[in-house]
């Protein structure tokens, strides 16, 4: 019983350095989670540059932009709830629906800022509750990565 307890207590020690270690190299757990919203917004930056440019330069009609930007919404939100479940190691639906939160309301947030009205649409439900669903999708995948 003594050899187990004293790899128990060996065990606890490396995974604590490892978080402090963890921590140290990203930073704190703010700059962590601002990490994971920058990916979120860069990778909805790159889909909408690209789906521009396809808009562009062929014959592709807008009427998929809905599409498009649900689509966005869900990779962009799994994104950051996979990357804020992973940097606290625990609790990924919770930390999942707050990345895909605070995400769709920082989004809700800059669209209304461009367009000069803070109304919600139906549509704007529905990508709150797209955002919410990937980000726990997400926060599962992430607080569970090897």
Same mark, same amino acid.
């Given at each position: 019983?003594?050899?187990?307890?004293?790899?128990?207590?060996?065990? +606890?020690?490396?995974?604590?350095?490892?978080?402090?270690?963890?921590?140290?190299?990203?930073?704190?757990?703010?700059?962590?989670?601002?990490?994971?919203?920058?990916?979120?917004?860069?990778?909805?930056?790159?889909?909408?540059?690209?789906?521009?440019?396809?808009?562009?330069?062929?014959?592709?009609?807008? +009427?998929?932009?809905?599409?498009?930007?649900?689509?966005?919404?869900?990779?962009?939100?799994?994104?950051?709830?996979?990357?804020?479940?992973?940097?606290?190691?625990?609790?990924?639906?919770?930390?999942?629906?707050?990345?895909?939160?605070?995400?769709?309301?920082?989004?809700?947030?800059?669209?209304?800022?461009?367009?000069?009205?803070?109304?919600?649409?139906?549509?704007?439900?529905?990508?709150?509750?797209?955002?919410?669903?990937?980000?726990?999708?997400?926060?599962?995948?992430?607080?569970?990565?090897?």
């Amino acid at each position: 019983m003594g050899k187990e307890k004293g790899k128990k207590e060996k065990r +606890e020690k490396k995974e604590n350095y490892s978080r402090r270690t963890r921590e140290r190299q990203t930073g704190g757990t703010a700059l962590c989670l601002l990490r994971g919203m920058g990916i979120a917004f860069a990778i909805t930056c790159i889909i909408f540059i690209g789906f521009g440019m396809i808009l562009t330069y062929t014959a592709a009609s807008e +009427e998929s932009l809905p599409l498009v930007s649900l689509i966005c919404t869900a990779l962009s939100a799994a994104a950051a709830g996979y990357d804020w479940a992973a940097c606290k190691r625990k609790r990924g639906l919770l930390w999942g629906a707050l990345a895909g939160l605070v995400y769709t309301a920082l989004l809700y947030v800059i669209t209304s800022l461009a367009a000069d009205s803070f109304v919600l649409h139906a549509s704007g439900l529905m990508t709150l509750a797209v955002a919410l669903a990937a980000g726990v999708i997400g926060g599962i995948l992430g607080v569970n990565r090897r």
